[in-house]
């Protein structure tokens, strides 16, 4: 069995909810001969410094998330998809310490597959920023500035991404509107998303 990290240990100790089940994930998967960290401030597993998996809760559920989970045979038909915009992870879901159990053998199987794809070097063939939807609103704001248009056209393809998802996921006209005004400014700074958010949120 791989050795446990502390860090995890302290992780697990701080967990108001899924504890059990996500302490008998991390049993199953440390039998798996993955390297254990903590990453993103969730319990990560490795093989040769390549994300294999990651146990995380929600509130009506706890996971073990497969990083490239597209790519893995899912003859038991249990992973899935977060949403529809993400393009590798999986998750196998669960509400109970007798579900993982039970799921034991199974999720050895799944792990030991995800292994051979770091060993085969397989990778996962992403989308270009030209598969993406670009929100109606969006597009409009882009015929009518051609400045604000060559600035986005400049940033790096996952900066590109990280705005057109952004801007396409409310449902209601009004919200993408908003999101995309306030994004305007950052875009033609040549900045991302993310830089945008610890602007908004005061944090340096």
Known sequence: MTKKNPLVDAFLNRATTWQKEMQKLRTIVLGCELNEELKWGVPCYTFNDSN?????AF??????????G????????ILIRQTSNVQAGRQVRFTSVQQVTKMKAILQSYIAQAIELEKDG???AFKGVEEFDIAEEFQHKL???????????TLTPGR??????????PKQSKTREARIEKCVRQIVEGKGLNELTKMSTGKK
């Open 160 to 169: 590109r991404k990280a705005y057109l998802l952004h801007f396409s996921a």
């Open 52 to 56: 294999v998996v990651l146990i995380h």
């Open 70 to 77: 597209s790519l893995l045979k899912d003859e038991q038909a």
């Open 143 to 153: 015929h009518a500035d051609p400045a604000l248009k060559k600035a986005f056209d």
């Open 59 to 68: 509130k009506e559920y706890c996971a073990l998330l497969f990083i490239k």
């Open 122 to 124: 397989v990778k996962v």
